[in-house]
Structure formats: structure tokens, C-alpha cells
């Protein structure tokens, strides 16, 4: 009876150990980061552009922050952002369409057929984008 029991239990255990894998753990890949609009933008005027979660924001950079345009923003499928905002001084509705050239350049054409570049600003962190009149945030420049 003794050697009966002996013999399960090494059986069981011959049966257990071939159910692990010599073969060390699968690493998974590292998952790849798709550049993003999010964060600050400058144009050549030194006006700043914040595009963060559907809002758009540009400013001045000129010490008083002034709203220059506030709107939305989307990113369809293929990577074009369209952008509709208003204009703070001609109150005019836009549109502009741009695409991520680089993970630092953002090449824009306006519904006019005005084209502009907008430039990451890395030193600038993301603010939330406030309408007109509210409190200064960072932001990059459409043409108004």
C-alpha cells in the first residue's frame, strides 16, 4: 500500500513538472508612441497655439496673453487635423487643416488657402484651453 502511494505521488509530480515551460517568459513590445497635436505651438510671429483634448487656444506671447482665436479641434484617421475656431478680432468662423510634417512641425492651410507652420514649443507646458476673455493659458497662431 506504502509503495502504491509512493508510485501516485511521483507520477503526480513527473505529471506536473511536464506542464511547466523550460522556455523563459515572452517579453511583449513596447508599445509605439503615435505623435500627438497635444501641447503648444508657435508660429513665426511668435503667436502660441495650445491644442489640448478637442480644444484649440492661440495667444500672444507678448506679456498679456491676449486671446487671438478659440476653437475645436479633431484628428481624423489618416492624421489631418481639422481645426475650426473663431477669430477674436474678426469674430468670423474658420477652418484650417493640418498635418504633423514632424513630431515638431505642424504644417497648416487655412480655408483662404493661407499656408503656416507651427513649431512644438517643448518649453512650454499644456494648459487647458480657456474660451475668449478667460484666464491666460499657452497657445500658437492661425491667421485671423
Known amino acids: 500500500m506504502k509503495s502504491h502511494r ?10 506536473l ?3 511547466q515551460s523550460s522556455q523563459p ?7 509605439v508612441k503615435t505623435p ?12 502660441v497655439s495650445t491644442f489640448q483634448g478637442g480644444q ?8 498679456y496673453n491676449a486671446v487671438l482665436a ?7 484617421p489618416s492624421g489631418i487635423v ?13 477652418r484650417a487643416n493640418c498635418q504633423l510634417a514632424t513630431a515638431t512641425q505642424l504644417n497648416c492651410t487655412s480655408d483662404t488657402g493661407a499656408q503656416f507652420s507651427l513649431m512644438r514649443r517643448a518649453d512650454m ?7 475668449m476673455g478667460a484666464a491666460p493659458a499657452g497657445s500658437a497662431a492661425l491667421p485671423n
Open 82 to 94: 481639422q481645426v475650426s475656431f473663431i477669430s477674436a478680432k474678426t469674430k468670423k468662423s474658420q
Open 6 to 15: 509512493f508510485l501516485a505521488l511521483i507520477a503526480a509530480g513527473t505529471l
Open 56 to 63: 484649440f487656444v492661440t495667444r500672444t506671447t507678448d506679456g
Open 125 to 131: 507646458p499644456v494648459a487647458s484651453a480657456q474660451p
Open 36 to 47: 500627438t497635436v497635444e501641447g503648444a505651438w508657435q508660429d513665426k510671429n511668435a503667436l
Open 17 to 19: 513538472a511536464a506542464c
Open 25 to 31: 517568459a515572452r517579453e511583449l513590445p513596447a508599445p
Open 70 to 76: 478659440t476653437g475645436t479641434y479633431t484628428v481624423d
